[in-house]
Every structure is written in structure tokens, then in C-alpha cells.
């Protein structure tokens, strides 16, 4: 900075303090007794210990090194007055457009639209107005934004190093409800509300996504206050507006939110807002005196005509030698089967929601069925597993079909009497 050379390095914090350091050979940054310029305790990591070590102990052979503080430390914006998410590495700024950065290492925080400016001056940052920058120090409560270097007993190292495979929280999906109840509280155009899926009855974890519905009153059209509530999470929130899904009088809008948290929005006129299904929990307003219809679940019959079509395209595409799409049919051909076990032991048969459920023999028995790679034998004999599942579960699911076409299918290449 300031033509020094020196290497900036942002470091995400455990717990509560994100930091930017720069770069020493041979430099300790304190990790893990301390974080940032603050103690760290590896047992109670939401609260900062009052004494820890300035140097390396023995018997390290580095023992009498000093801890090398920040530069640049903050508190993760969840706390009250903390300034952003996890810090994201930047650059010095050397161009001729924006000259009051000049010289300036600018960063971005995670999540968020906001950057920051600062200036290293007798070994601490500055603002990008000259004053002493504003991060160091702040609330004392413990920030939510967990990095991937937290370590618990029995984790390997490569478990302790990998990334987190859903970066964002449970408080950060808190805040997403509570802005958009706050939002709905506000426009008078909507009159009710409720949380469905599967955090709406106590059944969802810390992976499950944000779903709200909400009724609109049946003199504005929902589409206008769609719209109007998606410029406001685009512009606030940076969601990115994914698709869109019409059901009956319902409109259903799916958006991305920083971190990977996906929120479901759904908006119907007021004399249609029913539970459309066991999952819904009512949070403002009323629902219509008539009830809502429950999606009915798909039919046997249904599943095990699709399934054998899919069969006999996959079986086309092996021998054109569309490898992909064959693949893609396969998959197709195991869903329809899993889904008839679903079915039949009353388990949700759609969009793969029941088939962890199933009985470890059942699901053993497709274990065949998956496509190890697209060389044309590999897929035939995925597609006869695939197939053979698809008619056994056919079978036990009292398909009047499933005799009918056994045979043809059977005597093809691609399956066996075995089953």
C-alpha cells in the first residue's frame, strides 16, 4: 500500500471478528488463541477470554515469536453495529478515475453491496476519509458467520479444512423472515401470511430454505405487489429472481439470496388464501372459510407408464448414440421406480422427497441402477437394473400394467427373468 509492496491477506474470523492482515515470512497471526486482535478460546468460541498468550509458547520450536495483530479488524454485521459478513480479499487501488482511493486497499464484505477503504498509516488502517478506521473494536456479542476453519473432536483434517457445502446460517434465514414479515407488515395491500414447508411444523434443520405465503386483498392484483416486493429484495437484499410458477389463483417466485439461502415467496388474492397442505402455519390475518385443495399425489399407474416410457427412450438413445441424453432418461426410469416404493408405503413419491426413507433393502436393490459412465455397456446394464426395479416396484404397487408389460420389456436386451 502506498507503493510499500506489501501483501494484504483477508482472513475470515471463526466466530466473532473478521481480519485483514498483512503478510510477514514467518509471520504468526495467533490463530488459534486469539482472533483478530482479540483472545480466542477454542471451547467457548461465542466469548472472548480475558487473557491469552502475545507470543508463541513452548515448547514450539518458533516459542518467543510474537502474535502479529491486524490491520484491519471488524465485527461480522449480524451483531448490533457490526459493519459487514466475512471479509473478502482486495485490491490497492492504483487507477486515475476514483483518485480520492488512491493508494487505499478497498475490500468488499461478503453478502452485502458495501466496500471499504483504508489506508495504512504507522502500522494501523485508516479510513478512507483520513480518520482512524472505525472497525477496530465494536460489540462484544459473538458474531454468526462461522468460517470453515472451525475444528471439533473426531473431524479429520480434511473434513476441518473443507468447505461448508451451505455457506449461509440459521440467523441469517431468520433475518431474511423477519425483513420480509416486516416488509408485509408495512403494505397494506396484504392481508395474511404464513409459513409453509418444513420449517412451518418444527421438521426443518439448519439446511432448509425460507418458504412464506402471504394473501393479498382481491382488489389489487397480485402480480403488481410481486413485483413491487421483488425490486425491494433485489435492490436491499441482492436477490437474484430465479422462476416463476402458476397454480391456480397462486403465483410462486423463487429467489437466490447471498450465501445460497433460497427463499420461496408465494402471493394469493385473499378470498383463495387456504392451506393447500399439512405444512402451514398460519401467521397473520385469516385464511378463506373454504378450505384449500391438497395437491393429490401422483397415481401408480401414472408413475409406471411414464417410467416405461422413459425405458424404451433410453434404450433408443443408447443405440443412436446420444450417450447423455440416454443417461438422463436412465435416471429417469430409477426415479419413477423409486417413487412407486414411495407410494406405496405412503412416503411423499414427489420430487425425491420420500426416497431416503425407504427400507435400506429397497433402496439396496437400485444400487445397480446408477451410471458409472456413458460407455454404451455401462448404460445398458444401468438400464436394465433400472428397469427390472421399475417393474418389480410396479408389481408390488398392483399396477394392472405392470404384467402386461413385463414381457416385451423382458425380452428386450436390456433385462433379465431374474426378477
Given at each position: 500500500m502506498?507503493?510499500?509492496h506489501?501483501l494484504?491477506?483477508?482472513?475470515?474470523?471463526?466466530e466473532?471478528?473478521?481480519?485483514?492482515?498483512i503478510?510477514v515470512?514467518?509471520?504468526?497471526?495467533?490463530w488459534n488463541v486469539?482472533?483478530?486482535?482479540?483472545?480466542?478460546?477454542?471451547?467457548n468460541p461465542?466469548?472472548?477470554?480475558?487473557?491469552c498468550?502475545?507470543s508463541?509458547?513452548?515448547p514450539?520450536?518458533?516459542?518467543?515469536d510474537p502474535?502479529?495483530?491486524?490491520?484491519?479488524?471488524?465485527?461480522?454485521?449480524?451483531?448490533?453495529g457490526?459493519?459487514?459478513?466475512?471479509?473478502?480479499?482486495g485490491?490497492?487501488?492504483?487507477?486515475?478515475a476514483?483518485?480520492?482511493?488512491s493508494g487505499?486497499y478497498v475490500f468488499?464484505?461478503h453478502?452485502?453491496?458495501r466496500?471499504?477503504?483504508?489506508?495504512a498509516a504507522?502500522?494501523?488502517?485508516?479510513?478512507?476519509r483520513?480518520?482512524?478506521a472505525?472497525?477496530?473494536g465494536?460489540?462484544?456479542r459473538?458474531?454468526?458467520?462461522?468460517?470453515s476453519?472451525?475444528?471439533?473432536?473426531?473431524?479429520?483434517?480434511a473434513?476441518?479444512?473443507?468447505?461448508?457445502a451451505?455457506v449461509?446460517?440459521v440467523?441469517q434465514?431468520?433475518?431474511?423472515?423477519?425483513?420480509?414479515?416486516?416488509?408485509?407488515?408495512?403494505?397494506?395491500?396484504?392481508?395474511?401470511g404464513?409459513?409453509?414447508?418444513?420449517?412451518?411444523v418444527g421438521?426443518?434443520?439448519?439446511?432448509?430454505?425460507?418458504d412464506?405465503?402471504?394473501?393479498?386483498?382481491?382488489?389489487?392484483p397480485v402480480?403488481?405487489?410481486?413485483?413491487?416486493w421483488?425490486r425491494?429484495?433485489?435492490?436491499?437484499l441482492?436477490?437474484?429472481q430465479?422462476?416463476?410458477?402458476e397454480?391456480g389463483?397462486?403465483?410462486?417466485?423463487?429467489?437466490l439470496?447471498p450465501?445460497?439461502?433460497q427463499?420461496?415467496?408465494s402471493?394469493t388474492?385473499?378470498?383463495?388464501f387456504a392451506?393447500?397442505?399439512?405444512r402451514f402455519?398460519?401467521?397473520?390475518?385469516?385464511?378463506a372459510?373454504?378450505a384449500g385443495?391438497?395437491?393429490?399425489?401422483?397415481?401408480?399407474?401414472?408413475?409406471?407408464g411414464?417410467g416405461?416410457?422413459?425405458c424404451?427412450?433410453?434404450?433408443a438413445?443408447?443405440?443412436?448414440?446420444?450417450?447423455w441424453q440416454?443417461?438422463?432418461?436412465?435416471g429417469a426410469?430409477?426415479?419413477?421406480?423409486?417413487?412407486l416404493?414411495c407410494?406405496?408405503?405412503?412416503l411423499?413419491a414427489?420430487?425425491a422427497?420420500?426416497?431416503?426413507?425407504?427400507?435400506?433393502d429397497?433402496?439396496a436393490s437400485f444400487?445397480?441402477?446408477?451410471?458409472?459412465?456413458?460407455?454404451?455397456?455401462r448404460?445398458?446394464s444401468?438400464?436394465?437394473a433400472?428397469?427390472?426395479?421399475?417393474?418389480h416396484?410396479?408389481?408390488?404397487?398392483?399396477?394392472?400394467s405392470?404384467?402386461?408389460?413385463?414381457?416385451?420389456l423382458?425380452?428386450?436386451?436390456?433385462?433379465?427373468?431374474?426378477?
Amino acid at each position: 500500500m502506498g507503493g510499500s509492496h506489501d501483501l494484504f491477506v483477508g482472513d475470515a474470523g471463526q466466530e466473532l471478528w473478521e481480519e485483514v492482515s498483512i503478510t510477514v515470512k514467518g509471520g504468526n497471526y495467533g490463530w488459534n488463541v486469539k482472533e483478530g486482535t482479540h483472545c480466542f478460546s477454542t471451547e467457548n468460541p461465542d466469548e472472548s477470554p480475558a487473557d491469552c498468550p502475545d507470543s508463541v509458547d513452548a515448547p514450539h520450536p518458533r516459542a518467543g515469536d510474537p502474535l502479529i495483530d491486524p490491520v484491519i479488524e471488524y465485527a461480522n454485521h449480524h451483531q448490533p453495529g457490526g459493519l459487514g459478513a466475512t471479509v473478502i480479499g482486495g485490491h490497492v487501488y492504483r487507477g486515475q478515475a476514483l483518485p480520492q482511493l488512491s493508494g487505499r486497499y478497498v475490500f468488499p464484505f461478503h453478502a452485502t453491496r458495501r466496500c471499504r477503504a483504508f489506508r495504512a498509516a504507522r502500522g494501523r488502517a485508516r479510513g478512507a476519509r483520513g480518520r482512524a478506521a472505525a472497525v477496530l473494536g465494536g460489540p462484544a456479542r459473538p458474531a454468526i458467520l462461522r468460517s470453515s476453519r472451525r475444528t471439533e473432536p473426531g473431524l479429520g483434517q480434511a473434513a476441518r479444512s473443507s468447505m461448508r457445502a451451505v455457506v449461509f446460517t440459521v440467523e441469517q434465514r431468520d433475518a431474511l423472515r423477519g425483513r420480509v414479515l416486516a416488509l408485509a407488515d408495512k403494505d397494506r395491500r396484504v392481508v395474511a401470511g404464513a409459513a409453509v414447508g418444513s420449517l412451518a411444523v418444527g421438521g426443518g434443520d439448519r439446511f432448509s430454505d425460507l418458504d412464506l405465503t402471504f394473501a393479498v386483498a382481491d382488489d389489487v392484483p397480485v402480480a403488481d405487489v410481486l413485483d413491487d416486493w421483488t425490486r425491494t429484495l433485489t435492490d436491499e437484499l441482492g436477490a437474484v429472481q430465479l422462476v416463476d410458477l402458476e397454480r391456480g389463483p397462486t403465483i410462486y417466485r423463487v429467489f437466490l439470496l447471498p450465501d445460497a439461502l433460497q427463499f420461496d415467496l408465494s402471493l394469493t388474492p385473499a378470498a383463495r388464501f387456504a392451506a393447500a397442505g399439512p405444512r402451514f402455519r398460519l401467521l397473520f390475518g385469516e385464511t378463506a372459510a373454504e378450505a384449500g385443495t391438497a395437491p393429490k399425489p401422483p397415481a401408480a399407474g401414472e408413475l409406471f407408464g411414464w417410467g416405461v416410457i422413459y425405458c424404451l427412450h433410453a434404450r433408443a438413445c443408447i443405440e443412436r448414440g446420444r450417450v447423455w441424453q440416454a443417461e438422463h432418461y436412465i435416471g429417469a426410469v430409477r426415479d419413477h421406480a423409486l417413487s412407486l416404493g414411495c407410494l406405496r408405503r405412503e412416503l411423499p413419491a414427489v420430487q425425491a422427497r420420500g426416497y431416503d426413507d425407504l427400507p435400506a433393502d429397497t433402496l439396496a436393490s437400485f444400487d445397480g441402477t446408477h451410471v458409472g459412465s456413458l460407455e454404451p455397456e455401462r448404460l445398458r446394464s444401468a438400464l436394465s437394473a433400472a428397469t427390472r426395479a421399475l417393474l418389480h416396484e410396479g408389481k408390488q404397487a398392483n399396477v394392472p400394467s405392470a404384467d402386461a408389460a413385463a414381457q416385451p420389456l423382458a425380452e428386450s436386451r436390456y433385462t433379465s427373468s431374474g426378477d
